[in-house]
């Protein structure tokens, strides 16, 4: 088994959460091994590349990252580093769980418990031509849907609906005004939905989804979804659970996978010992998902839901007065 994972600790917050998080899987003894690597300003500020090639080595080598939030710098020619990363290693299925913690800001404190599997690589995206003058801008906006495309993340959303014990995947598509395009992924999808006949499979508009989310979320288990319509929901759902702290993300391919955050570097709170560690660490959680160790990954959610319900020394975000350490020392003082 692979126990060597590629880490980045990324900017801003970044390095206080990844402190915070490994203490944690530290205390749990899994035996995991961290290759510390480098990426965004951390990396730029200290050899002029965001996305070193040693950086690349070590996930391609390792197969496994977990990531802290990166800056991209302000300026004229600089792109994603997590678009790049995404392309890279084809991470075609964003995954993200959103679950209802108790005493967070959410307004529905119990009943949201859904995973979002956005596709990744394709969908709506703006392509060449933009122009901008003093009256207005034009761009040609290109959607790119592929039967592959499609069938793949489908079929991923499926297969994780049959792992985790879940009845239910709803298909969101536009296939009503988007004829060609949400057209094809609804019909590729009807045709994976058939092969799965012990998961039921029902569809939904995206606009008709995103009131369904508001007003009944309990009505939901997988949703999957193009990449557009997947990045606004997938932000949705985690604002149905108490936001960005507690929202993490799976980027994951054939060779590759990437944990994270959803959230940024939160260049406001940067330094100050503040921030939420619980979102990264639901996705180290993930990660132990995915390295088949479901019962460690348990362990850890029910220990940061026991912190949680107790509010124990929890962040300022959350209505406390803890500190992103405290914080993971109440954590891990719930292991069990
Ligand atoms: P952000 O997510 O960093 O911050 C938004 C707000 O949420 C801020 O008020 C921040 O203090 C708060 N916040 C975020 N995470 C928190 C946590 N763990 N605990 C407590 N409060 C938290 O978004 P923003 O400000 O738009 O972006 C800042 C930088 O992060 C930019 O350079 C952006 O490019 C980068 N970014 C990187 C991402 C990644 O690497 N995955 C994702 C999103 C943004
Ligand atoms: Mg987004």
């Known amino acids: 088994m692979n126990n060597t994972i590629a880490v980045i ?7 206080e959460i990844m402190d915070a998080t490994l203490r944690v899987l530290d205390a749990m ?7 510390f690597v480098e990426a965004g300003l951390a990396a730029y500020e200290k050899d002029g590349e965001l996305l070193p090639q040693a950086t690349l080595d070590a996930i391609a080598k390792h197969r496994i990252a977990l990531k802290s939030p990166l800056t991209t710098p302000v300026g004229e020619g600089f792109s ?3 678009v790049l990363l995404r392309r890279k290693f084809d991470l075609y299925a964003n995954v993200r769980p959103a679950i209802s913690f108790p005493n967070t800001r959410s307004r529905f404190p119990e009943n949201v418990d859904l995973i979002t599997v956005r596709e990744n690589t394709e969908g709506a995206y703006a392509g060449e031509g933009q122009q901008v003058s003093e009256d207005g801008a034009t761009a040609t906006l290109v959607q790119k849907v592929t039967r592959k495309g499609s069938e793949r ?6 297969d994780l609906a049959r792992r985790n014990g879940r009845k239910k995947v709803t298909v969101v598509h536009k296939a009503n005004i988007l004829k060609s395009t949400s057209g094809l ?12 006949p012990d998961i039921a499979c029902n569809e939904l508009i995206v606009d008709n989804c995103c009131m369904q989310l ?3 979320p309990e009505q939901f ?5 193009t990449n557009l319509f997947g990045d606004i929901i997938s932000d949705l759902c985690a604002g149905l659970v108490g936001g960005l702290g507690l929202a993490p993300g799976a980027n994951i391919g054939a060779d590759a996978a990437i944990f994270e955050a959803v959230h940024g570097s939160a260049p406001d709170i940067a330094g100050k010992g503040i921030a939420n560690p619980c979102a990264l660490l639901l996705g180290a959680a993930q990660m132990l998902d995915h390295l088949a160790r479901t019962d460690e990954a348990d362990r850890l959610r029910h220990a940061i839901r026991a912190t949680l319900e107790a509010r124990d020394r929890v962040t300022p975000d959350l209505g406390g007065s803890g500190t992103t350490a405290t914080f993971a020392d109440a954590i891990i003082e719930r292991l069990g």
């Open 9 to 15: 600790r990324g900017d801003g917050i970044g390095p």
């Open 80 to 82: 994603s580093i997590n």
């Open 185 to 196: 992924f609804l019909k590729v999808a009807r045709e994976v939905a058939a092969q799965y």
């Open 214 to 216: 508001v007003m009944k």
């Open 29 to 35: 003894k899994l035996g995991l091994q961290y290759d």
């Open 153 to 158: 993340i489908v079929r991923y959303a499926f």
């Open 221 to 225: 288990d997988v949703i999957v979804t």
